[in-house]
């Protein structure tokens, strides 16, 4: 079963910040974010385990509550590069084996 | 480079014809993947393999079937194309048994059923 993501699309201009966040209804074992520009394949961003962890890359930040099931993606001080549509993939608990399902995706726009 | 690379970029099939879209890695990856892409839905799993020979049915497997003859070699096939079955595809591979580690994408085949 899918995660949901929200919110399903997001404007910003450049140098804001936005939060994507990613539900799941099932236990899960990791989270995964992507970014996809329009045309391209899905790019890896970051992989975050079970135990609440919390990872950054560059300005480009995630967390991960198990308990809540949730994970959400920060991005600080957007930049034009930022716009694309962003994925998160989720692993079950149960299935550990690497299957990811993945949401219906957040599309990022950056404005000058 | 690591790749995932799909055979077309670009497919279009009469309804009723059978189509094979397949998808080769050079990463040695056990996972492999078909995704299917459509606005508003992000990216649903159609199957997901383990090994060769092994798969998985993901959340949309009808109308579908798959073959992993070879670790780096996974085909996805419409047995009988529909209409409801235009779409972007997409094909993963990542690391078997690691979470730790990302899934490689390939670019994607758009197919088109008329």
């Known amino acids: 079963q899918q995660p949901v993501q929200s919110p399903q699309a997001v404007i910003l201009r450049e140098g804001e910040d936005a939060v994507i966040n990613c539900s799941s209804s099932?236990?899960?074992?990791?989270v995964h974010w992507y970014r996809q520009k329009h045309g391209e394949a899905p790019i890896f961003l970051m992989i975050l385990l079970k135990g609440g962890e919390q990872k950054g890359h560059d300005k480009i930040s995630a967390s991960f509550n198990e308990k809540k099931q949730q994970s959400s993606l920060y991005l600080t001080a957007s930049q034009l590069s930022y716009s694309g549509t962003y994925f998160c993939?989720?692993?079950?608990?149960?299935?550990?084996?690497?299957?990811?399902?993945f949401g219906q995706g957040t599309e990022l726009s950056v404005k000058p | 480079d690591v790749k995932v690379t799909q055979s077309s970029r670009y497919l279009v099939k009469r309804t009723g014809e059978k189509v094979f879209l397949e998808c080769v890695q050079d990463m040695d990856h056990e996972n492999m993947f078909w995704y299917r892409q459509d606005p508003g839905l992000g990216l649903r799993l159609i199957y997901f393999s383990y090994d060769v020979k092994m798969k998985e049915k993901g959340d949309i497997p009808e109308g579908y079937s798959v073959s992993r003859e070879k670790k780096e070699r996974f085909s996805l096939i419409l047995e009988s194309a529909s209409t409801n079955q235009t779409s972007m595809y997409l094909c993963?591979?990542?690391?078997?048994?690691?979470?730790?580690?990302?899934?490689?994408f390939g670019q994607g085949t758009r197919l088109t059923v008329v």
């Open positions: 099932k236990a899960l074992y990791s």
């Open positions: 993939g989720t692993e079950p608990y149960y299935n550990q084996g690497g299957k990811l399902i």
């Open positions: 993963a591979s990542s690391l078997m048994g690691q979470s730790n580690t990302e899934a490689f």
